[in-house]
């Protein structure tokens, strides 16, 4: 499965009649169109630059409400701030643990076995799986 672009995102979002701003579809675009798992900082600097007067609260909101309709994923890290994945395909991340890079990588192939999580009353709607490693860069520079 592709992942889904910014417009197919827009347009399935209005088809739901959900209605954008120019400043959140803004939001919804920079996190579309970047591989990368910006934290919410990351995102207003990119883009205050388009408009000058939004408030942090603004793009906080507005992860929240994306999130919430299914278009974007947020992926906390204990006490590191959450970053924010326009990717909506299952698959699985490698985290570097020096410079704290999130790349994609596909969905392991292998069937996971799942623990019979029904047995102890959870009703699961998601996973989320993590290769914790370093990244080329970061290795080089630690040997
Ligand atoms: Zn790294
Ligand atoms: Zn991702």
Do not use: W
């Not at 910014?6 to 088809?15: P, R």
């Not at 120019?22 to 579309?32: A, E, G, N, S």
């Not at 996971?112 to 490693?133: C, K, M, N, Q, W």
């Amino acid at each position: 499965m592709q992942r889904s672009s910014f417009i197919e995102t827009l347009a399935d979002l209005k088809a739901r009649g959900v209605r954008l701003t120019p400043q959140r579809q803004m939001i919804l675009k920079v996190l579309k169109e970047t591989h990368e798992h910006p934290t919410a900082e990351e995102i207003y600097k990119q883009v205050c630059q388009e408009f000058s007067g939004m408030s942090m609260a603004t793009v906080y909101n507005t992860l929240h409400r994306l999130k919430e309709l299914g278009a974007i994923k947020e992926l906390s890290y204990g006490d590191m701030s959450s970053r924010y994945d326009g990717n909506d395909t299952e698959h699985a991340h490698l985290v570097c643990e020096s410079c704290g890079e999130v790349v994609d990588v596909p969905a392991p192939v292998l069937p996971i076995v799942t623990p019979d999580t029904e047995a102890l009353g959870y009703e699961v709607t998601s996973f989320r799986l993590e290769y914790y490693g370093l990244c080329s860069l970061c290795r080089t520079q630690v040997s």
